[in-house]
């Protein structure tokens, strides 16, 4: 696939084309979050304000030209299922519905 980034490979399914992130993209993606978090000018009570994915699709552009992100669907989704895992895993560490799964510091 000479040509073409990793980015723009999608796949079909139900719904329409799903986009493939890659690595880069979401440690690029997080990184921002945490700078407009950290900075407070789109934060507004426990979240961010309406306009936030807009400037992070600013910032990405910068650094990742060609991989043509948008707010609305592909930051917006990506943020969701971002959530959707951390949720997940943070469920996990905190031994809610975790079957027992969890650390052990003397393991």
């Known amino acids: 696939m000479s ?3 990793q980015s723009s490979v999608s796949s ?3 719904r329409g084309t799903k986009r493939k992130w890659v690595p880069e993209e979401d ?3 997080v990184s ?3 700078n407009l978090h950290n900075v407070g000018t789109f934060n507004a009570d426990t979240r961010f304000n ?3 994915l ?3 699709e600013r910032m990405l ?3 990742l030209p060609h991989s043509m992100l948008k707010a609305k669907p592909d930051l917006e989704s990506r943020i969701r299922t971002l959530e959707r895992d951390w949720a997940i895993v943070y469920d996990i560490l905190n031994g809610k ?3 027992d799964f969890g650390s052990n510091k003397h393991r």
């Open 3 to 5: 040509g073409f980034s």
């Open 12 to 14: 079909q399914n139900s």
């Open 27 to 29: 440690v690029a993606l």
């Open 32 to 34: 921002y979050m945490v």
């Open 50 to 52: 309406a306009s936030y």
């Open 54 to 56: 807009n400037e992070l």
């Open 61 to 63: 552009e910068k650094v």
């Open 97 to 99: 519905d975790n079957s």
